[in-house]
């Protein structure tokens, strides 16, 4: 029979690919994005937006710059998703009494439960693709890549 319909594609060799970490980091990074936008995609939330609620729900009054330097969010890009989670609902920005020009977040009531569910999927998620690790491997896995992740600072 001919046409691609029915050909099964050739088992190939990665070659060097298999040798580099960056391009295992890579392919795992894909699956857990794409498998996060499955688990929360209906609650709107992206990994950046949850970010910034993660660090204003942890550090409630911080500065709208803290949690910007702590994400590594440029300026510019940080205002705008600071504009919109309060567009949103879900949390509130207003003047530092220490520091007029820094603007503090909370996180609102609505803030909060919409932090909970989506936090609630994202356990869920990485329960999913990291249930083959133990405990231990686990910790070591996020100790490994915390590590890599240092050498951007």
């Known amino acids: 029979m ?9 088992v190939i060799s990665p070659g060097v690919l298999d040798q580099l970490i960056g391009y295992h980091l890579r392919r795992a990074s894909g699956v857990f994005f794409t498998d996060f936008s499955r688990s929360v995609g209906d609650l709107g939330i992206r990994q950046v937006l949850f970010g910034i609620l993660s660090m204003v729900e ?4 911080t500065s709208q710059g803290h949690v910007g330097r702590a994400l590594g969010i440029k300026r510019a890009n940080m ?30 009531g609505a803030g909060q439960r919409y932090f909970d569910e989506c936090l609630l999927r994202i356990r869920q998620h990485e329960e999913r693709l990291l249930c083959d690790l133990s405990a231990a ?17």
């Open 2 to 10: 001919t046409g691609s319909a029915n050909m099964v594609d050739p």
């Open 58 to 61: 942890a550090n409630p009054g």
């Open 79 to 108: 205002v705008s998703r600071i504009n919109e989670l309060i567009d949103a609902g879900y949390i509130t920005r207003r003047t530092s009494m220490d520091d007029r020009r820094a603007f503090e977040l909370t996180l609102t």
């Open 137 to 153: 491997e686990r910790i070591i896995l996020s100790d490994l890549l915390v590590r890599i992740a240092a050498k951007g600072d």
